[in-house]
């Protein structure tokens, strides 16, 4: 290679990593102080309201999204922005239909970790009623009332017995005045992208969930290979045993950042491996 072409390739490399804003070893390098909590249909912002202090007083930087429930993309664009505003790598938590937006939002470079709280953890090409389907209808997927604009929105009921039913009856009633309603189809929306295949993850199983299927949210951790923790809470694990969800998302900003790292190694590892074994043209393999 001729010198002029050895300064334009580093001229071209020095201009990409500076539009770029943040490169993945970059990301990888840095220690996590970003958490980006992700809410559910059925649920807004004030779901992680027992979470947020907890993880503040270690030092965190915590934002909430506020999802418009209106589209997986709509969702996942809303959080796609607030990954951009945040200065350095992210941990990015997501609660049951969450689980969809950050998979969906989650390869963004600044994403090092993903968290799941009694989540979906659909395939590429498939939805969160796809990913739910073969385990049968829960008492919660039920109760789930959609009007004639396709507009859903669980009942009493179902909030108070199937969705928080672990949590005092006061509190129970405060996450049924807040649910809102979500745009029913977007549960048949189908995901482009599936961050956890790339991403380190960790997953919180909530082993008395009425709403998604235990054994849905341990079969996303094992086809994910990530650390799965069960916990004996209702849907709104956040809510019910706070300090434990917290946990949780600290060990995986604490780890993520190595994880990544031993997996950027081991696919450089393997693409050198690769090009080695490649036999040279006109010469015997």
């Given at each position: 290679?001729?010198?002029l072409a050895k300064t334009l390739l580093a001229v071209s490399i020095g201009t990409?990593?500076?539009?770029?804003?943040?490169?993945?070893?970059?990301?990888?390098?840095?220690?996590?102080?970003?958490?980006?909590?992700?809410?559910?249909?059925?649920?807004?912002?004030?779901?992680?309201?027992?979470?947020?202090?907890?993880?503040?007083?270690?030092?965190?930087?915590?934002?909430?999204?506020?999802?418009?429930?209106?589209?997986?993309?709509?969702?996942?664009?809303?959080?796609?922005?607030?990954?951009?505003?945040?200065?350095?790598?992210?941990?990015?938590?997501?609660?049951?239909?969450?689980?969809?937006?950050?998979?969906?939002?989650?390869?963004?470079?600044?994403?090092?970790?993903?968290?799941?709280?009694?989540?979906?953890?659909?395939?590429?090409?498939?939805?969160?009623?796809?990913?739910?389907?073969?385990?049968?209808?829960?008492?919660?997927?039920?109760?789930?009332?959609?009007?004639?604009?396709?507009?859903?929105?669980?009942?009493?009921?179902?909030?108070?017995?199937?969705?928080?039913?672990?949590?005092?009856?006061?509190?129970?009633?405060?996450?049924?005045?807040?649910?809102?309603?979500?745009y029913g189809p977007m549960f048949d929306e189908k995901l482009t992208h599936a961050?956890?295949?790339?991403?380190?993850?960790?997953?919180?199983?909530?082993?008395?969930?009425?709403?998604?299927?235990?054994?849905?949210?341990?079969?996303?951790?094992?086809?994910?290979?990530?650390?799965?923790?069960?916990?004996?809470?209702?849907?709104?694990?956040?809510?019910?045993?706070?300090?434990?969800?917290?946990?949780?998302?600290?060990?995986?900003?604490?780890?993520?950042?190595?994880?990544?790292?031993?997996?950027?190694?081991?696919?450089?590892?393997?693409?050198?491996?690769?090009?080695?074994?490649?036999?040279r043209k006109g010469m015997p393999s």
């Amino acid at each position: 290679m001729t010198k002029l072409a050895k300064t334009l390739l580093a001229v071209s490399i020095g201009t990409t990593t500076a539009l770029s804003g943040v490169s993945p070893a970059q990301t990888q390098s840095q220690p996590v102080k970003n958490i980006l909590l992700v809410h559910g249909a059925f649920a807004d912002g004030t779901s992680w309201g027992k979470v947020i202090p907890i993880l503040e007083a270690r030092g965190f930087h915590v934002v909430a999204v506020q999802n418009p429930l209106t589209s997986l993309a709509d969702d996942t664009n809303a959080t796609r922005r607030l990954i951009a505003l945040q200065d350095g790598p992210v941990i990015l938590v997501g609660h049951s239909w969450g689980g969809a937006v950050i998979s969906e939002a989650g390869d963004d470079p600044k994403v090092v970790g993903l968290v799941y709280v009694s989540a979906y953890v659909p395939e590429v090409g498939t939805s969160a009623n796809q990913t739910s389907g073969p385990f049968g209808p829960t008492p919660g997927q039920k109760a789930i009332q959609v009007d004639g604009h396709h507009f859903a929105r669980m009942s009493e009921g179902g909030i108070i017995n199937a969705f928080a039913d672990g949590l005092p009856m006061s509190e129970r009633r405060l996450v049924l005045a807040v649910q809102g309603q979500i745009y029913g189809p977007m549960f048949d929306e189908k995901l482009t992208h599936a961050a956890w295949k790339s991403k380190p993850s960790w997953h919180v199983i909530s082993m008395k969930d009425h709403t998604l299927s235990p054994a849905m949210e341990e079969d996303g951790a094992k086809r994910s290979r990530g650390v799965a923790v069960k916990l004996p809470t209702c849907h709104v694990a956040m809510l019910q045993e706070p300090e434990k969800v917290a946990d949780v998302i600290t060990e995986a900003a604490k780890e993520a950042p190595k994880a990544a790292t031993a997996s950027a190694e081991r696919s450089h590892l393997s693409g050198a491996s690769s090009t080695r074994s490649l036999p040279r043209k006109g010469m015997p393999s």
